[in-house]
């Protein structure tokens, strides 16, 4: 999982901002819960977002949910190191508007195709 600093370093790019109260906050539970702290503030909540909103103002509900996914993003990775005993190189996503359209995975070892890209069909069902 990425440390604050990483955390930070990513806002400061995106936004201009560190939002490192934001973070601390986020993981904060970890002095008490350790490696599950992740049961307290990393997932989607209404409560979570106003109390951000009211403390942290409302930007930062997307550096919060950019944090829970680069978490997420990370331990996946790492579990598939363990489970394929491969990783990949990058993993990219597209969005069209609000809904994402296509994920990319490079894959960074021998012996394999290059990517794996799943697109979205974007034809309407008619019953």
């Known amino acids: 999982m990425p440390d604050i600093n990483t955390h930070c370093e990513i806002s400061l790019k ?73 990783a990949y190189g990058s993993v990219s996503i597209d969005f069209k508007g609000k809904e994402i359209i296509g994920c990319k995975f490079i894959k960074k070892y021998a012996n394999s195709s290059n990517q794996t890209y799943f697109k979205k069909s974007l034809n309407k069902r008619v019953d």
């Open 14 to 86: 995106r936004t201009g901002k560190d939002y490192r109260k934001l973070h601390e906050w986020i993981d904060e539970p970890k002095k008490f819960l350790g490696v599950n702290h992740r049961i307290e503030r990393h997932s989607f909540n209404e409560a979570y977002k106003e109390f951000i909103k009211k403390e942290f103002g409302e930007r930062a509900i997307v550096e919060w949910l950019f944090h829970i996914v680069i978490d997420n993003l990370e331990t996946a990775n790492k579990y598939a190191i363990e489970v394929y005993n491969k």
